[in-house]
């Protein structure tokens, strides 16, 4: 991809953000804020959760 399409493709996309109402931009903002895996998962991927497992399996 030459920098010249990838400029047009960012400047399109930008431009059809900046169309949408205030409030749907808010609105996709919360959404993606709730998908997001919690801090410790993203930071140290899946060993928390191992150890989290392995210590709820212990009596």
Known sequence: MAVNDYVKFVTQQFVAYMDLPKEE?????????QEQLPLSYRLFGMVPLSLRLLFRRRP
Request: proline share 0%; net charge positive.
């Open 25 to 33: 931009r808010r609105q996709r903002r919360q959404v993606r804020k």
